[in-house]
Every structure is written in structure tokens, then in C-alpha cells.
């Protein structure tokens, strides 16, 4: 499936990183400074990288918890959307992934960790109703889940958390990890 995997340099130490890099052996690795020097620049062809896109492991940095935009709340209490990655594998012809980016690469961000210090800190700060935290904004949440392990972790982590909801935007049937 993988046999590109481009690595920002930092991350070659991380824990997540390393567990992803051991499941594809015969991945040709290429180290980066930064995520968008692969993904997204410009003179890029989308079709051939559909080919046989290429996994980016990436730091998210700056804010990884954004207020919701308008109409993609589901409740009447503060939404928020997080995004553990950038792109899509389906190729919906309905859905605005298609044309939001100029790659077609996968981009995840390994640094879990982050996120939920955000998250929690902004649990914390909204104290009238309970947030929602939506993930699929940017990505479908489980169409890669094999791979990213992301519902496998973070289910745990809100369900610690009984004073805040995730929502899981998907067209995947990849559940396994909800199930258990």
C-alpha cells in the first residue's frame, strides 16, 4: 500500500513515528523539514500521486483545536474540529476533499500527545455546556484507521473525559476499533 513514507526529520525519534516506520520495511523513507515541502506545493500533479500516494508523517503545530465552521456543529453547545490528518483516500466525487487539496499524499500527524493537552485545556475553559469535538474536517476519521490507529486512541481518551463528545465523520467501514 505505502512505499513512500516522507518523515519530518524531528519525528524520527518520536514513538508513533517509529511504530509506523517498522510496519512498512520496505518503504523508501525520505526525510523533510516540514510536511509542506511535499504536500501541497504548487506544480504538483494530483493524478499521478493518486497513483500511488505517499504517507507524510508531520508535527502539527499552531492550533489543533479550531472553533467549528458554520453548519458543521451538531449540537447546541460549543463544537470544536481537530484534524490528525490532511486527505482523503476515498475519491467521493460529492465531497469538497476532493478539490481542497493539490496532493494527493496522506499526511498524519504523529503528535497525539499535543492534541489532547489542547483538547483538555479547551474542556476546561468551557464550563456552561459540554464541547463537541469533531474529527473529519480535513480527512475521513477512520478510512485510514489500520494505519493511524487514531479511533483506538482517542475513544479512551474522551471516554475519561465525560464532560465532552467526539464525533467521527466517516464513510469507512473500518469500526473494529469502535466495537471493542
Not at 513514507?5 to 517498522?22: F, G, N, T, W
Not at 520496505?26 to 504536500?39: D, K, L, N, S, W
Amino acid at each position: 500500500m505505502i512505499e513512500t513514507i516522507y518523515i519530518e526529520e524531528d519525528l524520527q525519534v518520536h514513538p508513533r513515528a517509529s511504530q509506523l516506520l517498522k510496519r512498512f520495511p520496505g518503504a523508501r523513507v525520505i526525510p523533510c523539514q516540514h510536511y509542506t515541502e511535499v504536500f501541497n506545493p504548487a506544480a504538483q500533479s494530483f493524478d499521478l500521486q493518486k497513483q500511488n500516494p505517499a504517507l507524510i508523517l508531520a508535527r502539527k503545530k499552531g492550533s489543533l483545536v479550531l472553533p467549528a465552521p458554520n453548519g458543521f456543529d451538531t449540537s447546541n453547545g460549543p463544537n470544536f474540529y481537530f484534524s490528525h490528518m490532511l486527505n482523503c483516500l476515498y475519491d467521493c466525487r460529492y465531497c469538497f476533499l476532493q478539490g481542497m487539496f493539490r496532493s494527493a499524499h496522506y499526511v498524519l500527524f504523529v503528535n497525539f500527545e499535543d492534541f489532547e493537552a489542547e483538547i483538555d485545556s479547551t474542556i476546561a475553559n468551557r464550563h456552561e455546556q459540554a464541547p463537541y469535538f469533531h474529527s473529519g474536517y480535513d480527512c475521513d476519521s477512520l478510512a485510514l484507521e489500520s494505519l493511524t490507529g487514531f479511533v483506538k486512541h482517542f475513544v479512551p481518551f474522551f471516554a475519561k473525559r465525560p464532560d465532552a463528545f467526539l464525533e467521527l465523520r466517516t464513510k469507512s467501514i473500518a469500526i473494529g476499533n469502535l466495537l471493542k
